[in-house]
Nanobody, 115 residues
């Protein structure tokens, strides 16, 4: 059974940190481009970060560059998003994805940054 299960969201104060995880089963992340999108109420979906399939290069949106770090552990079949120095404008539902010939999405996890 193919699954892509997210965890790690929650409520955090401004300046705090969270680490999101997305564990794949039924397919192998090493063969996929992976990344994270987020969707905030009333805003367009934004691709936050990604890792290329072929060269493993990482990319970040300008809004998170220098604060977020994406990584992938092929042995654990998991992709991570380490989020530091969180701001209220980072509040959104975060979705992981894996794209190749097939496309898989995580179920989404809520991140709320508020004091």
């Amino acid at each position: 059974q193919v699954q892509f299960v997210e965890s790690g969201g929650g409520l955090v104060q401004p300046g705090g940190s969270l680490r999101l995880s997305c564990v794949a089963s039924g397919f192998f992340l090493q063969y996929y481009a992976v990344g994270w999108f987020r969707q905030a109420p009333g805003k367009e979906r934004e691709r936050v970060s990604c890792i290329g399939k072929s060269d493993g290069s990482t990319h970040y949106s300008d809004s998170v560059k220098g604060r977020f770090t994406i990584s992938k552990d092929n042995a654990k079949n998991t992709v991570y998003l380490q989020m530091n120095s969180l701001k209220p404008e980072d509040t959104a539902i975060y979705y992981c994805y894996a794209f190749s010939r097939s496309r898989y999405w995580g179920q989404g996890t809520q991140v709320t940054v508020s004091s």
